[in-house]
């Protein structure tokens, strides 16, 4: 990391780090940034552009991973140069797909330790789904129009990009912000508890290069006249929000910390306060997300790369990077609820590059399998990861065979929609969902099957066998309670 005297003093003056008060200066940066695109850049040349967002996003990395940057660097040139030599190809999605996991996890192999680290590797595994992402991009534009879906359509490149535009799309500072600021802020300087650890599940803000140029050229604007788009103030709303759900994980973190769950007092408690800590842990481990996401959207949209045309009122939407779906987050009411809701960028990411492209595979379990399994690659290799997606796959499908038993059996349903049942049956359905949001999250936070197998253990495994069972039994249940049809008579058959 690069040795900034300022920020040395400035970190011993507010009681931090270097390392978290720098990330977070990078992660505040990007308002400053973007106003002055906003209020210099817009309308000038495409050129100027590219080069302000490759400059300022290089700054952004050197000042926290120094040197380490060429890694990237070399990352950026590798995939152009794949797109120019080349073409839109399979052969070179593959290639991008090998290359740039391959660089990925050689990172993990050697830099990792046994705990978050925030190295060159935290913000380079976004910068891997977006190179994968552009290069795939470049191979749908060039397939005939018959052959493409409407995603297709919408985000392919009929044209090879620039180098200049490649790297301006690569390290633009609304996509390299996202990832390791959110390292330190539980430690900044709220709590005197340790810095929560960094998860980098789903962390990143992703956006195509076709979104990149559009803002480039001025389309994303809702301002029609040339004049520069009103976004001031719905990124400041955002970043207000956003500061909102940071400071309460910051406060709350103090009381509902990741080691808690690794030291003898907590495995001391009873069954019951063991889980309603989960509970309420997994929850709050989910605002230091939220708080990050909402602050490096508000710079987006403040650069109006955000833009996403009009409700029907005719007012402006500034979401076509939003994150989160908070309305819909806090009051969630399904594990489907959480995957449409939460972290919304990378569930399109690994839907529209990933899960699509298995379709030939023609099982939708195995694609989701394998899309799962490529996102705890993605991570790296901490049993952890795969850990928590399993539960994920577990939960999901668990969820579906519910629903499917309600579908063919009119007794379930109708029990499940008694006025009188109803009302426990969503309060029991609010609590189990909140119960498991935390449980999977365990493996995730913790890392080593030493440290989150233990805690599993302790909870009896409640979070596992329950479930596994149900769907095991789900095709047994079906037939048993599904309604037998009715043999016709025998006067019907005279007949």
Known sequence: MADLGLVKTLAGALGTNEASLTLILGLLAGYPLAFFQRQFLFGKSATLHHIYFTLTGLGILYANFGTDIIHHVICVFTNYMLMRIIG????????AFVFN??????????????????????????????????VTDHFDGGKDPAQQSADQKKLGLTRLPSLLEVAGHSFHFGGVLVGPQMYSLASFPYSSFPPAHLSLTLIFFQFPMRMYLDMIEGKLTDNTEGKRPACVVPALKRMAIGLGYTVAFAVLNGYYYDDYMTEPSFFELPWLQKYIFVL????????????????????????????????????????SCKNIKLSKF???????????????????WAAHYVYKRLKFLNNRMLSQLFTLVFLALWHGFHSGYYACFFLELVYVNAEKQAHDLMKVSPLVSSVVRHPVVRPFLLVALKLVLLAHLGYPLTPFALLKSAKWWQVHRSLYFTGHWPFLVFLAAAPFLKKLLKPRASKPSKDTKSE
């Open 88 to 95: 839109p190809k399979l052969l070179s999605v593959q290639l």
């Open 330 to 348: 806090e009051m969630v009411m399904s594990f489907q609820d959480v995957i449409d809701s939460f972290n919304i960028n990378t569930n399109k």
């Open 101 to 134: 996991m391959a660089y990925l996890l050689a990172g993990y192999h050697f830099c990792a330790s046994n705990t978050y680290d925030v190295m060159w590797t935290t913000p380079h595994c976004v910068m891997t789904l977006r190179l994968i992402g552009l």
């Open 280 to 319: 309420i842990w997994g929850k709050v481990m989910l605002y230091k997300y939220v708080g990050c996401w909402l602050l490096a959207e508000g710079s987006c949209i403040l650069s109006s790369l955000t833009y996403n045309g009009r409700d029907e009122h005719g007012n402006p939407l500034w979401d």
